[in-house]
């Protein structure tokens, strides 16, 4: 598992949930854990026994992180990674087969909302924040697909990636059919999809699933460090690049090239754009406000 995307974050409102409700005290749930590193929200799959294999209080904690992120201004980038020494292993097939997911608390969720796993998955849902993966250890199947939702990614050297659904009787239903062609060369994509074997760190570096490959244990670190640096730049800035990236993705060189416009020329009348050019010539780090 892992796709139409919803542009944007959706209204806490229409999720039954308030700012409050998603404060940072009380985002998490005993399979997701959510930190701050500065500007940065780290949310950790948190279910290493299981090698950080989905359930739904894994993708109820997910999504609430997803609303609460975008709906914080202190918040200008997100950190996924998985505890324990791995990523995420995808759907799991036990609870599959006996038709249960753990977290019998969280079901009126799912029934408030079918859609939740979903975007709890980035299938149907789009933070306006970066988001940046560290991925360690297995990132197969639904961890795979959830990978594809990610701005940008890095990985440990010991790595695994693959999506592995055709090897059980399964489909790849989380996106992939659709984003990987869109994301890595297409023979690459079919490949993958096709044969449900195992790709390596450098494999799926060389093919453009991932952009760097560290070594074993610093994944975190390198994803907290380019967090750092999207971090440093105007917020407003970041965010209306992102969208524009994904918005014409699939237009037209002519209407693309008019939709960036429509995103970027507001951009240069914020005051950031105005601290940003003042700073540089004052030689001095700026200072963004969001306005």
């Known amino acids: 598992m892992s796709g139409t995307e919803s542009p944007g974050a959706e209204s806490l409102a229409t999720e039954g949930l308030s700012s409050e409700s998603l404060s940072s005290e009380s985002l998490g749930t005993e399979h997701l854990t959510v930190r701050r590193e500065g500007a940065t929200l780290v949310l950790t799959l ?9 359930s739904l209080p894994m993708l109820v904690g997910l999504y609430d992180g ?69 991925v360690e250890g297995y990132c197969v199947a639904g961890g795979t697909e959830i990978l594809q939702g990610t701005d940008i ?24 059919t659709v984003r990987l062609p869109r994301q890595i060369p297409r023979t690459h994509a079919l490949e993958m999809l096709l044969t449900a074997r195992p790709y390596s760190a450098e494999e799926a570096r060389g093919i453009g699933l991932i952009g760097h490959v560290v070594p074993d244990g610093a994944a975190l670190e390198k994803a907290l460090a380019i967090a750092e640096q999207v971090n440093a730049c105007g917020p407003l800035a970041v965010e209306a690049v992102k969208a524009s990236v994904y918005e014409t993705a699939e237009m037209t060189e002519t209407d693309g090239l008019t939709a960036e416009l429509e995103r970027g020329w507001p951009i240069f009348a914020t005051d950031d754009a105005k601290e940003g050019s003042r700073a540089f010539a004052e030689k001095r780090p700026p200072v963004y406000r969001r306005a």
């Open 153 to 176: 990614r890095v990985a440990g050297e010991s790595a695994t990636f693959g999506l592995f659904e055709v090897k059980r009787g399964l489909f790849p239903i989380g996106g992939s």
């Open 46 to 54: 948190n279910r290493p026994e299981a090698k950080n294999a989905l």
């Open 66 to 134: 997803w609303l609460a992120a975008d709906e914080d201004d202190t918040v200008r980038s997100i950190v996924l990674t998985g505890a324990g020494g791995d990523f995420c292993a995808g759907m799991d097939l036990k609870a599959l087969a006996g038709d249960s997911m753990g977290g019998e608390q969280y079901r009126d969720r799912m029934k408030a909302d079918p859609d939740l796993h979903w975007k709890a998955m980035l299938r149907h849902h789009r933070p306006r924040k970066p988001v940046i993966a560290a």
